[in-house]
C-alpha cells in the first residue's frame, strides 16, 4: 500500500489564462519530485488515498476479520484495491469462494470511487481467478465531491449488500453449473460477438485458441465462463485491459451467459 500514500495536492495551474474547467493542477510528490496528475476546476474535491486504503485496512483489522489484500496502481494516477475476506463464504454444490470487494480510485479523473464486488476460490486454483458478482447496481460509487467519501462505512454497506444478495448469487452460478452445453465451440463465438472479443490474428488467433482449449470438454456454462475467466479475461499475454476494465468484460461474459 506505500506506493498510494504519496502526498497530493490541488494547486493553481500557472498559466493564468486558462479555462476554469482547468484553472487548478492536482500535483503528487512521488520520490521528492513534482509530478502532474491532472487539471481539475474549483469544484473538485481531492480525496487523498490514505483517507480510503489505510482507513478500510483499519476496519477490518479493528473488526477482527481476516482477509488478505493486494495493492496496484497505474502511473500512479488509477488505484485498484482487492480484498478477499475469509469470513463472508458461498459453498455452492462442489465450489468453495470466498467474497471479494474491490476498491478503485484515481487521481487522473479517469476512474470515479467505486466498489465492484467478486467471488475468488478458496481451495481449487482453478477459480483463483475474480469471479464477479453478476448484478452489481446496488454498489456504490461517486464522483469527488465532498458527501462522496466515508470509506469504511461504504465498503461495509458493500459486504452487507453482498450477504443481502446471496441467495441470488448462488442462484447464478447454480445456474451455470446445471444448464449443460453441446456444442462448446459455438458457444465461444457467440460470446466472443457477444462482448466484442476479438479473435486475435488469423481465422483462430490465439484469443480464440485460448479460450477454445480451456472449453474443449465444457460440460456446463459454468466451464464455459471458466474458460474466458482464465483463458483471456485474466491471461496477461493476451489481455491489457486495465483491472476495471477486465472485470466488466468478466461481468459481460457471465450476463450473457445466463441469458
Known amino acids: 500500500m506505500k506506493d498510494f500514500l504519496f502526498p497530493v495536492e490541488i494547486v493553481p495551474t500557472p498559466y493564468p489564462e486558462s479555462n476554469p474547467d482547468c484553472a487548478f493542477d492536482v500535483v503528487a510528490t512521488i520520490n521528492n519530485v513534482k509530478r502532474k496528475l491532472q487539471s481539475c476546476s474549483d469544484v473538485y474535491c481531492l480525496i487523498p488515498n490514505s483517507e480510503i486504503f489505510p482507513v478500510i485496512e483499519a476496519s477490518l483489522k479493528e473488526k477482527n476479520i481476516p482477509f488478505d489484500s493486494i495493492y496496484t496502481h497505474i502511473n500512479y494516477s488509477k488505484f485498484y484495491a482487492e480484498y478477499r475476506l475469509f469470513t463472508e463464504t458461498f459453498d455452492i454444490r462442489h465450489i468453495n469462494l470466498s467474497l471479494t470487494i474491490s476498491v478503485i480510485h484515481s487521481y487522473d479523473g479517469w476512474l470515479t470511487y467505486s466498489f465492484f464486488a467478486g467471488l475468488i476460490g478458496r481451495d481449487k486454483p482453478e477459480y483463483r481467478k475474480s469471479i464477479p458478482v453478476v448484478d452489481q447496481d446496488f454498489l456504490k460509487g461517486g464522483k469527488h465531491t465532498k458527501k462522496s467519501l466515508r470509506a469504511s462505512i461504504d465498503f461495509f454497506d458493500t459486504v ?25 465451440s459455438e458457444l465461444v463465438e457467440k460470446v466472443m460477438s457477444a462482448t466484442k472479443i476479438s479473435n486475435g490474428y488469423g481465422k483462430d488467433g490465439k484469443n480464440k485458441r485460448a479460450v477454445l482449449e480451456r472449453a474443449l470438454y465444457a460440460n456446463n456454462r459454468w466451464d464455459i465462463y471458466n474458460a474466458f475467466n482464465e483463458g483471456y479475461v485474466y491471461n496477461n499475454d493476451l489481455n491489457r485491459l486495465t483491472p476495471d476494465k477486465r472485470a466488466q468484460l468478466d461481468l459481460n461474459i457471465m450476463k450473457y451467459l445466463l441469458n
Open 160 to 184: 452487507e449488500q453482498i450477504i443481502k444478495h446471496k441467495e441470488e448469487i448462488t442462484k447464478a452460478i447454480e445456474t451455470l453449473l446445471i444448464t449443460k452445453v453441446d456444442k462448446p
